[in-house]
């Protein structure tokens, strides 16, 4: 079976633009988390979206949106990029059923900004 | 807040020796535990995990024990190989309503032959 995979890889973007992210779960996985992880520091939690509906939000500002989907793939998108944008960003999925339950990564899109 | 804290790296080994990363939490509810590892340019990888007090989480001969009373969850290895060679992530699930991962900062192990 496939697991969570990710598009792009990788991504060069300039100050300003917007940048869209995608993730498709694990089958069967109807929750679907965002991370960001800059360069020497663990992942911080970004999004997490159970059922196409929004269940939980990190401490990142509003150009940071997201959405997931009917067959529970989920888009991440970041407005009016900044340097500090630059990170590994990585999606991960679960079941959604219980509580605490083991989270799944995929292989992360790092995204440069300059 | 729940938080994590790990030791600091790089941890540097021969092979076959034993291994230690220190790991420990903050929480004011009863979180599952997890070790994750992460090799270069690669995304995370499950390694192990313990959802109650006294659980043992073992995989690969790794081995975590989740101590409450200590509130640690230290990774130990008997004879690590080169190929074990990336970055451990302690990380804890937050309970409070959904499903959010904590994690620690890593800690980059490097093994020699």
């Known amino acids: 079976d496939a697991g969570v995979t990710q598009s792009p890889t990788h991504l060069i973007k300039t100050r300003g633009q917007h940048v869209t992210l995608r993730c498709s779960p694990i089958s069967g996985h109807k929750s679907v988390s965002w991370y960001q992880q800059v360069l020497g520091q663990g992942p911080q939690f970004i999004f997490q979206?159970?059922?196409?509906?929004?269940?939980g939000r990190g401490n990142f500002p509003d150009r940071f949106s997201a959405r997931q989907f009917p067959n529970y793939s989920s888009e991440l998108n970041v407005n009016a990029l900044l340097l500090g944008d630059s990170a590994l960003y990585l999606c991960?999925?679960?079941?959604?059923?219980?509580?605490?339950?083991?989270?799944?990564f995929g292989p992360g899109t790092r995204l440069l900004v300059l | 807040g729940n938080s994590v804290t790990q030791m600091e790296g790089p941890v540097t080994l021969s092979e076959e020796a034993f291994l230690t990363i220190n790991c420990t939490y903050t929480a004011t509810g009863y979180p599952s535990l997890f070790w994750y590892v992460q090799y270069p340019g690669e995304g995370l990888q499950l390694l192990l995990k313990?959802?109650?007090?006294?659980d043992k989480g073992s995989n690969k001969g790794f081995e975590a024990t989740y101590r409450k009373e200590t509130t640690s969850f230290h990774l130990e290895k008997g004879s690590v190989q080169v190929s074990d060679s990336a970055v451990y992530f302690c990380a804890l699930s937050d309970s409070g309503g959904y499903n959010k991962l904590i994690f620690g900062a890593g800690t980059r192990l490097a093994v020699h032959p």
């Open positions: 991960a999925s679960s079941s959604g059923h219980q509580d605490r339950e083991t989270q799944y």
């Open positions: 313990a959802t109650k007090a006294d």
């Open positions: 979206y159970y059922e196409k509906e929004e269940r």
